[in-house]
């Protein structure tokens, strides 16, 4: 069945119950993801861009024989039909409308579903029932209780994060340090507690390593590992890319998450859920210099840049555990300059695979 690929990268914002305005940076760097796509779009797909036509020529690709997707901006031009399945980013009630309008096939759970799963407050509680929460990690529901939280588990010296209900890719969360919150955290918790249930509060850890664990959960049957993709971050959590793969050795240390993640991922199917599931891992640091497994940093009940990834795997020869699909640059420069040998295909205008 030909596929008609949606890119609502704002899909976290669109769940909250009030809309917030989104920055010109992040719709720009939603108008080019959408390019992303034609990882896993085939040639008998259609890929919505909204913003206009790719400038971007896809010359790389095209070079290794690959057929590209179509790119339709106009409404006008978009199919109709059952024969056409709607794949978004990540179902929205608006989205499963509009999907229906045009008669598309539209596999959707439950919306109210969908937003209840990938709230990081559901996360917690998940987290809290594998007995696997940070230690002084807490939802909060008022800023009094944030105050009172802060007081009685952090010191001086001690860093850490306040994310929103809803929110991905290091967007929604404010950094701070010590045990007296000033006036801009205070303002941001208010504003967040004003059309939430709460906030959830995480000591910051020495991060070593992370990964997207990519599972695939079927309304009935066992969720599916499709493969565990290593996050490639700056010093502040931003994602800079993923590798494609891992090493045995990587995916041994990773052994606890996967475990713990299949659990995770029963739990998002007995919720209700079906569809793609990324869930990221952590290995980091403890106070007493142990290296120690966070199964569940995050959950996302929807695509992933890792689980686009994944679909790269096709233009990789097989062997290369290290193949890595880059989102900066800088980046792209450091592979080439430590392996001379490396190829580097170009897949969007901000984006390189390299191996």
């Not at 978009?78 to 978004?88: A, F």
């Not at 929205?92 to 937003?115: K, S, Y």
Request: proline share 6%.
């Amino acid at each position: 069945m030909p596929r008609v690929f949606v890119g609502n990268f704002d899909f976290e914002n669109e769940l909250t119950s009030g809309r917030r305005e989104l920055s010109r940076d992040v719709k720009k760097l939603a108008a080019d993801l959408v390019s992303a796509w034609v990882s896993v779009a085939g040639a008998e797909d259609v890929i919505w861009s909204p913003t206009g036509l790719p400038s971007f020529d896809f010359r790389d690709l095209r070079n290794l024989g690959c057929e590209l997707p179509r790119f339709i901006s106009r409404a006008a031009d978009l199919p109709r039909g059952e024969q056409w399945e709607l794949v978004p980013w990540g179902w929205t009630a608006e989205l499963l409308e509009w999907g229906r309008l045009h008669g598309w096939t539209c596999p959707a759970p439950p919306i109210e579903v969908v937003q209840h799963v990938n709230s990081r407050i559901f996360r917690w509680q998940i987290e809290k029932e594998l007995e696997i929460t940070l230690p002084g990690s807490a939802v909060l529901q008022s800023v009094d209780e944030l105050l009172a939280h802060v007081a009685r588990s952090v010191t001086d010296d001690d860093a850490w994060v306040l994310k929103a209900n809803f929110g991905m890719a290091g967007r929604e969360r404010i950094l701070g340090r010590g045990a007296r919150l000033g006036e801009p955290a205070l303002n941001w918790a208010r504003k967040r507690l004003a059309s939430s249930a709460g906030v959830v509060f995480e000591p910051w850890v020495k991060r070593i390593s992370e990964a997207g664990l990519q599972w695939q959960v079927p309304p009935t049957g066992e969720p599916q590992l499709l493969g565990i993709t290593p996050l490639l971050t700056d010093a502040s959590g931003t994602y800079r890319g993923s590798r494609l793969a891992c090493t045995d050795e990587e995916r041994a240390a990773w052994q606890p998450a996967i475990e713990k993640t299949r659990q995770v991922a029963d739990r998002v199917q007995q919720s209700g859920y079906w569809g793609p599931l990324g869930l990221d891992a952590m290995l980091y640091r403890a106070a007493d210099g142990q290296v120690v497994c966070r199964s569940l940093q995050d959950l996302n009940a929807r695509y992933t840049m890792g689980r686009l990834a994944l679909g790269l795997k096709r233009f990789v020869p097989e062997g290369f555990a290290q193949a890595a699909w880059l989102h900066d640059p800088q980046l792209v420069a450091a592979a080439v300059a430590a392996n001379s040998a490396a190829t580097v295909l170009q897949t969007t205008a901000r984006s390189w695979l390299v191996h």
